[in-house]
């Protein structure tokens, strides 16, 4: 014989309501478990000069850049690209969360009042004359089956914990 209790029907069905509202906004994802694997990411990049692919310094100045910033590394001369692109903290970060979507990477205007110029752009891009090699940072982060795998895996952490919150709850 099985007893259904009405009661427990409507708590089930209440939570299984809550946990669909709760999974709807991504907001905890965003902030919690992808900002911090994009932020490493960023960081391995500049690391690796671009995990390898960045164009190496042109020799005049990779020999200038190293009497005047020694041991510093394609991008690294005074780490503020570096510092706005890998922490939330820095006046160039740019990083919105929102429900539906986020926005990571550094402020234009920033650096445009800042240094007279967007140099993280222009570095991204390269120039089209040929005098600077496009070395990318962003779009490396996606480069590859790693990220997505990786989101797949953050996005199941993510569900199980927003799924423990309802149920320690209940």
Do not use: C
């Not at 790693?146 to 423990?164: D, N, P, S």
């Amino acid at each position: 014989m099985v007893d259904i209790h009405f009661d427990t029907l409507l708590r089930v069905e209440a939570l299984v309501e809550k946990i669909g509202a709760r999974l709807e906004n991504y907001t905890r994802f965003w902030m919690d478990f992808v900002t911090p694997f994009t932020l490493g990411e960023i960081e391995d990049i500049f690391q690796t000069g671009g995990r390898g692919s960045w164009a190496h310094l042109d020799p005049l100045y990779a020999a200038r850049k190293a009497v005047s910033h020694p041991e510093k590394g394609i991008l690294r001369r005074s780490d503020v690209y570096f510092g706005a692109a890998t922490s939330l903290n820095h006046p160039g970060n740019l990083a919105e969360f929102g429900p539906t979507e986020m926005v990571l990477g550094v402020r234009d205007a920033y650096f445009e009042s800042t240094f007279g110029a967007n140099y993280p752009a222009i570095h991204e891009a390269g120039t089209a004359e040929g005098n600077l090699s496009a070395r990318s940072v962003y779009a490396l982060i996606v480069a590859g089956e790693r990220f997505e795998e990786r989101m797949g895996q953050l996005g199941e952490k993510w569900q199980e914990a927003e799924i423990a919150v309802l149920e320690r709850g209940l």
